[in-house]
């Protein structure tokens, strides 16, 4: 792991990429940004961030398809990836089912964007901490 911890953030939304990048700088980390899953994955290849942070719904490629992407590659197969959605439903049952599917895929876990950014930072801290 690099020191400070690098974090890739992909999400179209600037804005909310913005605050998610000076609250992570805050707490410690070192952190890149992306648009797309396009550019995701060529940043992604090039730095070989410890953790990627990514929106699911994105113009280009998503983050599903770039997360398929990156699995392929051994250069990039051993990044985490968090995939992020603003996604929500009331029904547990139908976040658990998505959050099982995106595991499935190889995502490391599956967020909604509506969480509180203290929560978020903490949970990729642990996500960092594990082997």
């Not at 509506?114 to 901490?129: C, E, G, K, M, N």
């Given at each position: 792991?690099?020191n400070p911890?690098?974090?890739l953030?992909?999400d179209?939304?600037?804005d909310?990429?913005?605050v998610?990048a000076?609250?992570f700088?805050a707490s410690?980390?070192?952190v890149?940004t992306?648009d797309?899953?396009e550019?995701a994955?060529?940043?992604?290849?090039a730095?070989?961030?410890?953790?990627?942070?990514?929106?699911?719904k994105?113009p280009?490629?998503?983050?599903?398809?770039?997360?398929l992407?990156?699995k392929?590659?051994?250069?990039?197969?051993?990044?985490?990836?968090i995939l992020?959605?603003a996604?929500?439903?009331?029904?547990?049952e139908?976040?658990?089912n998505?959050?099982?599917?995106a595991?499935?895929?190889?995502?490391f876990e599956?967020?909604?964007?509506?969480?509180?950014?203290?929560?978020?930072v903490?949970?990729?801290?642990a996500?960092?901490?594990?082997?």
């Amino acid at each position: 792991m690099k020191n400070p911890p690098q974090i890739l953030i992909v999400d179209d939304d600037k804005d909310f990429q913005e605050v998610l990048a000076t609250k992570f700088k805050a707490s410690g980390f070192s952190v890149i940004t992306a648009d797309n899953g396009e550019e995701a994955i060529a940043k992604a290849t090039a730095e070989i961030p410890d953790l990627i942070l990514s929106d699911v719904k994105m113009p280009k490629m998503d983050g599903v398809q770039a997360l398929l992407k990156l699995k392929e590659d051994p250069k990039t197969a051993n990044i985490r990836v968090i995939l992020l959605t603003a996604f929500g439903d009331p029904q547990q049952e139908i976040y658990s089912n998505d959050k099982r599917f995106a595991q499935e895929l190889g995502a490391f876990e599956y967020l909604l964007k509506s969480q509180d950014l203290d929560t978020i930072v903490s949970r990729v801290q642990a996500f960092l901490t594990k082997p």
